[in-house]
């Protein structure tokens, strides 16, 4: 639309010469006019396109939309050199070394994580891949909400009828709960409390910390890391 505005001003300026007759401003009325039908007709196609598409979506009984989930996650490349492993000591270092949460950038965050920053659309900033046949790696910094966030974690592949799907492909490392939660208590998080049977959180006078955990079947009950979402504090509403 702006494009066929743009071509009718185009026209229309052109003719300043023409302009001065009466036939002429008749012409260049019309030539505006037929513009402006254009742009009109150009507009109702697209909505008309995007309310088909929204429609067809729509249409789609919930096991065709998760059939083509599914077909986009397998298209989707598992990207070599990404862990949990790697992003839970991440995770650590950032504690470790950056004093504030006001000082953790995406340049630091994603080197300390050991994957870009540069992987999802503004106002976030971090990346995604696939790392597993089944499994994904994740993390993104929002530091545009009430209460700015660095959330790192993994999601498995979208399941019909269950949420549950086993991490022990991605818990064979050190880092689970039994290792993590010592190095964590060793930097000052102490006092755990729960938000549920699998959210442990703690809090330090510049950080707060919730670790989500996935116990593995396959490995004995043993409670892998799902995600840790890290946060300031005092949490407080930005002026």
Same mark, same amino acid.
């Given at each position: @639309? $702006? @494009?066929?505005? %743009?071509?009718?001003? +185009? ?11 009466? $036939? ?5 009325? $019309? %030539? ?14 697209? /909505? ?12 789609? %009984? ?15 490349? #598992? ?15 950032? =504690? ?10 995406? *340049? ?6 050991? @994957?870009?920053?540069?992987? @999802?659309?503004?106002?976030?900033? &971090?990346?995604?891949?696939? #790392? ?16 700015? *966030?660095?959330?790192?974690?993994? *999601? ?13 492909? #991605? ?6 709960? $039994? ?8 930097? &000052? ?18 950080? /707060? ?9 396959? =490995?004995?009950?043993?409670? +892998?890391?799902? &995600? ?12």
């Amino acid at each position: @639309m $702006a @494009m066929l505005l %743009t071509l009718a001003g +185009c026209r229309h300026g052109g003719d300043t010469h023409a302009a001065d007759t009466p $036939a002429s401003t008749a012409n260049s009325t $019309a %030539t505006v006019s037929t513009a402006t039908a254009t742009a009109t007709a150009a507009t109702a196609a697209t /909505a008309a396109t995007a309310a088909t598409a929204k429609e067809g979506t729509a249409r789609m %009984t919930t096991q065709q939309q998760h059939d083509d989930y599914v077909k986009r996650w397998e298209t989707w490349p #598992i990207r070599e050199g990404h862990s949990p492993e790697r992003a839970w000591q991440g995770v650590l270092h950032l =504690l470790r070394t950056v004093p504030r949460f006001a000082d953790i950038t995406p *340049e630091i965050a994603g080197k300390a994580l050991g @994957m870009p920053s540069d992987g @999802m659309p503004p106002p976030r900033h &971090g990346y995604s891949a696939r #790392i597993h046949a089944n499994w994904a790696m994740v993390w993104f910094l929002n530091d545009t909400s009430v209460v700015p *966030e660095i959330r790192v974690f993994v *999601e498995h592949r979208p399941l019909a009828d269950s949420a549950y799907m086993d991490p022990a492909p #991605i818990c064979d490392g050190p880092t689970d709960w $039994a290792a993590l939660r010592p190095e964590l208590e060793a930097m &000052g998080f102490v006092n755990w409390y729960r938000t549920g049977p699998l959210h442990h959180i703690a809090e330090t006078e510049h950080f /707060a910390l919730t670790v989500a955990l996935l116990p593995s079947t396959q =490995l004995n009950g043993r409670l +892998c890391i799902k &995600g840790i979402t890290l946060q300031p504090m005092p949490q407080q509403v930005r002026p």
